[in-house]
């Protein structure tokens, strides 16, 4: 696994060797021991999500306040733009977003530790997403931040307006978004 810093440090961009022949592929997806020696700590996950979503939809700015989740996101059907911002008051990243491409062809993760919101936006026909967390999901923690806040003023490469959900159109601006 080839393990490399995004423009946010603590954000890790996972890439698996990938055996292939005539007859398809073979990678390891997830591997707890390597995965720990990458991030330099101990992790321990306890949900796996999936999700699909069509071209133009955008999912996010997501995250939890008091039980807060980090994520180890990939795709596996199409593509997608991740985005994970820095909500960790006194890091020197704060406020900052970093993005990536992931897709079924590059096969890349990212791992997004707790303290960042996270959002991603479809820019296939369909993109099957999948994501395991550190923390379960509790609806009275989560919060969402507004995907176009001008103050992150975050470049997710849209070609027009995206197609976001009801809860994901009334996110908070930055600036009075509840932070750790």
Not at 46 to 62: A, E, F, K, T, W
Not at 94 to 102: A, C, H, Q, Y
Not at 135 to 159: N, S, V
Not at 163 to 179: H, L
């Amino acid at each position: 696994m080839n393990v490399r810093p995004t423009a946010i440090p603590d954000v890790l961009l996972l890439e698996p060797r990938v055996f292939g022949d005539a007859r398809g592929f073979f990678y390891e997806s997830f591997n707890q021991q390597r995965f720990d020696e990458a991030v330099g700590r101990a992790v321990r996950f306890v949900q796996d999500n999936h999700s699909r979503s069509v071209r133009g939809v955008l999912r996010g700015l997501h995250y939890q306040v008091h039980r807060p989740q980090g994520k180890l996101v990939r795709v596996v059907v199409g593509e997608v733009f991740d985005v994970a911002v820095d909500l960790r008051r006194g890091s020197p990243t704060f406020g900052r977003w970093t993005g990536e491409v992931l897709s079924a062809d590059n096969r890349r993760q990212l791992w997004i530790p707790e303290g960042f919101a996270h959002g991603f936006v479809v820019r296939s026909e369909a993109a099957e997403f999948l994501y395991k967390t550190t923390d379960y999901w509790f609806p009275e923690h989560e919060r969402c931040i507004r995907w176009d806040d001008p103050t992150l003023a975050i470049d997710w490469g849209c070609a027009g307006q995206p197609q976001v959900s009801e809860k994901d159109a009334r996110g908070m601006p930055f600036a009075q978004a509840e932070v750790c």
